[in-house]
């Protein structure tokens, strides 16, 4: 991880929007978990960490934490079964990390309640940019069921989408895309990434039916342009706040 040269890039604005936040990092990597912490500590986090996936559920359900970085690969139990394990008493928000850059684990990771994945090697801005908007999200703890962009809200528990005060009418499967692509805001997600969810399958070159439903999303949410949903033109999509595009 290039930490040296990204590091001074990061403002001190930037400091001070993230600072008092507790980070738990759980990967097996010595090396790599002191730098991420070093480099966090500069931005103004309070960050622990462990090097095995049960020692790693411990900390996470009986520390008050943020945000986790878990690692896939570990000793004792790998980060699919902490995942699975913290999710059915936590809710606290998990970037996952990966050496594999196979599709299957990031689709695993998401369907399992992770949050956002990294592969790695990734550089430590990209990293404090998953981090912030990991955080952005669920910037009111006692609303994490809703994710909320602009005036465009989606309620998880309710499985309802509303603009300000009007209740959006739509369908369960524009609901299912919708809250994935929310979810990972600023992402391009693939159509596979999307079917596999969905469907629990692969998508087909011939299939149209996830192009339909967005195509239909896009009408109802977004009308004022505040945001939207873009075709990235053979890979599949990405939801986009005006003024946060590259």
Do not use: N
Not at 104 to 127: M, V, W
């Amino acid at each position: 991880m290039k930490a040296t040269s990204d590091i001074a890039l990061i403002s001190s604005q930037d400091r001070c929007q993230l600072k008092a936040r507790r980070i738990l990092i759980i990967d097996d990597d010595t090396a790599l978990c002191s730098l991420i912490a070093d480099f966090l500590a500069c931005q103004g986090f309070a960050v622990d960490s462990a090097q095995d996936g049960r020692t790693g559920v411990i900390r996470v359900l009986t520390v008050d934490y943020d945000l986790i970085i878990l690692d896939v690969m570990l000793p004792v139990q790998d980060g699919f079964e902490v995942l699975r394990e913290v999710r059915k008493q936590s809710s606290v928000p998990i970037i996952m990390l990966t050496a594999r850059a196979e599709q299957q684990d990031r689709i695993a990771g998401l369907e399992r309640g992770a949050d956002d994945y990294l592969t790695k090697p990734f550089g430590p801005r990209e990293l404090l940019a998953r981090i912030r908007a990991v955080l952005r999200r669920i910037e009111q703890p006692l609303d994490r069921g809703i994710l909320r962009v602009g005036d465009l809200a989606l309620d998880a528990h309710a499985r309802t989408v509303s603009r300000g005060e009007r209740q959006l009418s739509i369908t369960s499967h524009e609901f299912d895309i919708l809250s994935i692509l929310m979810r990972l805001a600023g992402r391009v997600v693939s159509r596979d990434e999307i079917a596999a969810i969905l469907y629990k399958r692969e998508s087909t070159p011939f299939e149209r039916g996830i192009d339909v439903h967005v195509s239909h999303l896009r009408k109802k949410i977004e009308a004022d342009g505040k945001v939207k949903i873009r075709t990235v033109r053979g890979t599949g999509y990405v939801f986009v706040v005006p003024g946060d595009e590259p």
